[in-house]
């Protein structure tokens, strides 16, 4: 079965400063990979996908992830944080078109300025 | 603008009433899906329609019902039943079998039950 684990439920940065969140999966099966995005009292956004192919993705917002199949790692980094980026960061996994999504837990982001 | 709205936003309930969540989707997807989003849990799954008529249980389905008579409409009813139906609820939908299996989301309503 596949699960997402995210490693920290809050993590605080300082504006400018590099932003890492940590995600790693399970799946018996190659898996495609999500990252999105959500704040306060709204619905997700897709901030970036991992399918086939190039194993560094580049998404939206400046932020990118890297697909690490031998850590089972997909973890979503920005090089230099905004007051705007804080909020609520999802990973998710699937197996295929037609199975649903599975979520990790979620990490908070504030940014300090 | 194609998207998923959601309805209402806010609703407040009392104990042993049934409510019903809105989900209208005009970017004519075949599969719908309903979270229930809690404080820490990140995203659970409540049920999930890949065809019009059809629908499965996800994780969660213990308390609420769903139908899918049309394409564009997937309403979740929370019964009596939930013990604890306090929560952020998201609708999503997705093109079947055309591609990986991402979610576009709607804007959420907040159930409270006083």
């Known amino acids: 079965a596949q699960s997402v684990t995210q490693l920290g439920s809050h993590v605080s940065v300082s504006e400018g400063a590099l932003v890492l969140l940590r995600c790693n999966y399970s799946?018996?099966?190659?898996?495609?990979l999500f990252w999105y995005v959500q704040y306060p009292n709204q619905g997700l956004q897709l901030l970036l996908k991992?399918?086939?192919?190039?194993?560094l993705v580049k998404g939206i917002n400046g932020f990118e992830a890297e697909f690490k199949k031998s850590e089972t790692s997909f973890h979503l980094t920005k090089p230099s944080a905004h007051m705007s980026d804080a909020a609520e960061y999802f990973c998710?996994?699937?197996?295929?078109?037609?199975?649903?999504?599975?979520f990790g837990k979620g990490t908070r982001l504030s940014v300090i300025a | 603008d194609g998207g998923i709205t959601q309805s209402p936003k806010y609703l407040f309930r009392k104990e042993g009433q049934n409510v019903t969540l809105s989900c209208e989707q005009n970017?004519?997807?075949?599969?719908m899906y309903w979270y229930r989003q809690d404080p820490g849990q990140g995203l659970r799954l409540i049920y999930y329609?890949?065809?019009?008529?059809?629908?499965q249980k996800g994780d969660i389905a213990e308390g609420y019902s769903v139908s899918r008579e049309k394409k564009e409409s997937f309403p979740l009813t929370v019964t009596s039943a939930q013990k604890n139906p306090t929560a952020f609820y998201l609708c999503?939908?997705?093109?079947?079998?055309?591609?990986?299996?991402?979610?576009?989301f709607g804007e959420g309503s907040r159930l409270t039950v006083l």
């Open positions: 999503a939908s997705t093109l079947r079998g055309a591609n990986t299996g991402e979610l576009f």
């Open positions: 799946s018996s099966v190659p898996p495609y």
């Open positions: 991992y399918t086939t192919g190039a194993t």
């Open positions: 970017l004519n997807h075949d599969a």
């Open positions: 998710a996994v699937s197996e295929s078109g037609n199975t649903p999504l599975v």
């Open positions: 329609s890949q065809i019009v008529n059809d629908f």
